[in-house]
């Protein structure tokens, strides 16, 4: 009898084999599943920390850059003058004479102007360049306004005027 039990467990497989296989196989599906969402989140948060790294190394490159002496020698010259109309006059003048002056102003144009196209494209964070700049930034486009428009007709420095309109919108009419 005992023979006869054993010589049947050998000639047919146990129908729980199937069954089994699939639960083997169902959990090791979920493990990996797990791993890969486990990897995906890791790689996403490395991801978020590259930009911030990327995005802080930028913010001090740009800071550096505001403190360098091009720029604070266009600064200089632009505080000589007795507000926005002295500037106009003067930008118009320079411009026109292909003056060196024209160059020195023209660097704190391009500084703006380039930090709005790094903002732009999400190279830049808006929110840090509020921080950092917040009313500057509008009062600066007010000022430069008038001479651009003199000297060279409405819509130059457009990323420029962009920024300082979004800026305006997000600090509201208190800003």
């Keep these: 009898m005992r023979d006869q039990r054993r010589a049947r467990q ?3 497989p146990d129908p729980n084999w199937a069954e089994q296989a699939t639960a083997i ?3 090791v599906g979920a493990l ?3 791993g890969a969402i486990g990897a995906a989140i890791f790689a996403g948060r490395q991801v978020r920390e590259a930009r911030r790294n990327r ?3 930028m913010a001090a490159e740009f800071i550096r850059r ?3 002496d091009s720029l604070v020698e266009a600064r200089r010259l632009i505080n000589r003058f007795d507000g926005k109309e002295d ?3 003067a930008f118009q003048r320079y411009v026109a004479d292909n003056a060196p002056e024209a160059y020195v102003l023209y660097r704190e144009l391009d500084y703006f102007e380039q930090l709005a196209a790094l903002e732009r494209q999400g190279a830049f964070d808006f929110e840090l360049i509020r921080v950092l700049l917040g009313r500057t930034l509008i009062d600066r486009w007010e000022m430069w306004k008038p001479a651009l428009d003199a000297a060279h007709g409405v819509g130059v420095y457009p990323l420029f005027s962009s920024l ?3 800026m305006r919108r997000a600090l509201g009419p208190d800003g």
């Design 55 to 57: 995005q802080a190394q």
């Design 87 to 89: 500037l106009s006059k």
């Design 25 to 27: 196989g169902t959990s």
């Design 10 to 12: 050998l000639q047919a």
């Design 32 to 34: 990996g599943l797990l």
């Design 164 to 166: 300082a309109a979004k």
């Design 66 to 68: 505001w403190n360098e």
